[in-house]
C-alpha cells in the first residue's frame, strides 16, 4: 500500500478548465550551457561537426560559437513546460508543427512565451480537453529561438455535463 499524506500537493499541473482559448504564460527561464549541449549530443548521438569540432567552427562555419542543436532547445522548452503546466495533467502529447528561427549557442537563456489557440472537451473522453498552444522560445535578447504549436491531451476536473 502507498502511502499518501493529507497535505496538499504544490507543483500540479494545468487542467483543461484551467486552458481556455486566449490564455497566456510564460515559463522561467533556463541557461544553456556547453555541458548542456555536450550531454545531449552525446546522449542523441547527434554528433553533426557543426556541434562537436570547434576546429570546423573555426575555420569552416559561418558561425564560430558552440552552438546548440534545434532539438535541444525544443527538449529544454518541453522541460519547462512540463514543470509548470503538465504535472499529473498532461496525458498525451498528439502531435505539432515546429519552426527554427534563429540560433541557440552556450550561454544564451530561453524561456517559454505560450497562447493558448485551441481548447476543446474530447469527445471520446469527456474527462480530458484537447489544448493547443502556440509557444514561442524566446532568448535573453528579445530574439525568437523557435516556435511549435503541440496539440495535447489534458485531464478535466469535471466531465462536462
Not at 100 to 105: A, D, F, K, L, R
Amino acid at each position: 500500500m502507498t502511502y499518501k499524506s493529507d497535505l496538499p500537493v504544490l507543483g500540479l499541473g494545468l487542467y483543461y478548465e484551467d486552458l481556455p482559448l486566449g490564455r497566456k504564460f510564460q515559463t522561467i527561464g533556463r541557461t544553456i550551457t556547453e555541458p548542456d549541449i555536450v550531454a545531449f549530443i552525446n546522449c542523441t548521438g547527434i554528433t553533426e561537426v557543426l556541434f562537436t569540432n570547434l576546429e570546423f567552427l573555426r575555420e569552416e562555419s559561418d558561425i564560430k560559437v558552440r552552438l546548440a542543436p534545434g532539438s535541444l532547445v525544443y527538449c529544454f522548452a518541453e522541460g519547462l513546460l512540463v514543470h509548470a503546466t503538465m504535472q499529473h495533467t498532461g496525458f498525451a502529447f498528439l502531435g505539432m508543427e515546429l519552426k527554427i528561427e534563429n540560433p541557440v549557442q552556450a550561454g544564451d537563456t530561453i524561456h517559454v512565451e505560450c497562447e493558448v489557440v485551441e481548447s476543446r472537451r474530447s469527445k471520446s473522453r469527456p474527462n480530458r480537453g484537447l489544448v493547443r498552444t502556440f509557444n514561442r522560445v524566446v532568448k535573453q535578447d528579445g530574439s525568437v529561438a523557435l516556435t511549435y504549436n503541440p496539440l495535447r491531451m489534458v485531464k478535466a476536473r469535471t466531465t462536462g455535463e
